[in-house]
């Protein structure tokens, strides 16, 4: 009966047009603003997978790394024990250091990863080659994939019309106590066998060789690595796992997931995302006051009807339920409205792509889309609150009227 009462006085032609035009106001402000905060957040997940799915190339599920020094020391055995765990699917060692590139005149300073055979099923680096093959040789003749922005700062040809001259790379050497500063740098010979493309910071510093190659270089022992990569099988997350693995390596190592290795990159994109909702906020609210005055001036016009209401034997608590579902009605009209509207244009981003993306320099052309229920609920959540929060003084109003 409450929600009969609300609908009617909804629909209702009113004595004074301001209070009908109000209303509608207030309804559209409602919709565009709940339209504007899912189609926001659906474009920062969309941002948000498009960014994790390229930093997956260098960030693995998990990172074994140090918790002081460059270096740590692993046995195979203690390897072969972590690979027989139920979660992990694949582990990769890897031996990193900071090189000098030099190609002719041209050089330019680099990441060096000298990574084992399993480091492709781990970062699938393989399926972001533009140019030659994923291919890194042996300790005796290495080969690298390097970045395109090395590509092009050192101006290296893999055409193969012409033959490659090999590429000089210098490398520090580990624990070498010398007065010779020319002894602690060690210089080696490499072939380049492939470019790839991920994304401008990977693509300007990063390039791919052997393990055993810039194990030797650097003066690694056999069972000395920078890192571990960890993949784990499907399901697995790394938040639930990385508390067993600590446990088992000790405080010599430091265990980290995805999220912590990039922890700075992931936190600021939250920040954005929340940031934004909070101002598109601040819309809805503005409609609040929109919405006060129109059940302000509607409790006005209906002063007869709290008046029979009340003799009828109605009570405060009913009248007040009546013009407070009234200011949810308005919430639900508009914030229904502007969800259904919302996922519309999603839809026909997702499908067709509709909306591009200015300057062209990015991955995609167009903005990426993730609908996520959590967001339609939230918002739809905050819409209701809202207007409930807005009706409650006409309500109370309405129901001190004799």
């Known amino acids: 009966m409450i929600l009969k ?22 309804t559209a402000v409602i919709a565009f603003a709940t339209c504007c905060q899912i189609l926001v957040l659906s474009v920062f997940n969309g941002f948000e997978d498009l ?65 084992d055979s399993n480091y492709n099923f781990i970062s699938h680096l393989s399926e972001k080659i533009t140019r030659g093959t994923y291919e890194t040789g042996d300790t005796d003749k290495p080969l690298m994939i390097m970045g395109s922005g090395i590509q092009n700062a050192t101006g290296i040809s893999l055409n193969p019309l012409f ?21 602690s740098l060690s210089e080696g010979l490499i072939q380049p066998a492939g470019v790839f493309s991920v994304q401008q910071d990977f693509d300007n510093q990063f390039a791919i060789t052997n393990i055993g190659f810039v194990k030797q270089q650097l003066g690694f022992k056999d069972d000395e690595y920078s890192s571990l990569s960890i993949s784990l099988k499907n399901g697995i997350k790394p938040e639930s796992v990385k508390a067993d693995l600590q446990k088992i390596l000790g405080n010599r190592y430091l265990v980290q997931t995805k999220y912590e290795q990039n922890a700075n990159l992931y936190s600021t994109m939250q920040l954005e995302k929340w940031a934004i909702f ?44 009546i013009f407070l579902s009234e200011g949810i009605l308005l919430g639900v009209i508009g914030g229904g409205i502007g969800i259904c509207l919302a996922a519309i244009i999603c839809i026909l ?44 003084f006409p309500a109370y109003s309405a129901s001190k009227n004799n």
């Open 163 to 183: 033959n490659t001259d090999p590429i000089i790379v210098i490398l520090p050497k580990n624990n070498v106590q010398s007065s010779d500063p020319l002894e």
């Open 51 to 115: 960014v994790k799915s390229l930093y997956t190339t260098f960030y693995s599920d998990i990172k074994i790394s140090p918790a002081s020094g460059k270096t740590f020391f692993l046995s195979g055995q203690k390897i072969n024990e972590l690979k027989n765990l139920s979660y992990i699917s694949k582990i990769s060692a890897i031996a990193e250091e900071k090189a000098l590139l030099r190609n002719g005149e041209n050089q330019t300073v680099i990441y060096l990863k000298g990574v």
């Open 5 to 26: 009462f609300a609908w009617r006085y909804f629909r209702a032609k009113k004595s004074a047009n301001a209070i009908n035009i109000i209303a509608w106001v207030t």
């Open 278 to 321: 909070a101002v598109l906020t601040l819309i809805l609210i503005v409609a609040a006051f929109n919405m006060i005055s129109s059940l302000t001036m509607l409790v006005l016009e209906k002063k007869r009807d709290i008046s029979i209401l009340s003799a009828m034997g109605a009570s405060q608590n009913l009248i007040r339920k």
């Open 349 to 392: 981003q997702l499908n067709f792509h509709l909306i591009p993306m200015q300057g062209g320099s990015f991955l995609i052309d167009y903005f990426p889309v993730k609908m996520l229920w959590t967001d339609f609920v939230l918002v739809a959540i905050t819409a209701i609150s809202i207007s409930i929060l807005a009706a409650i």
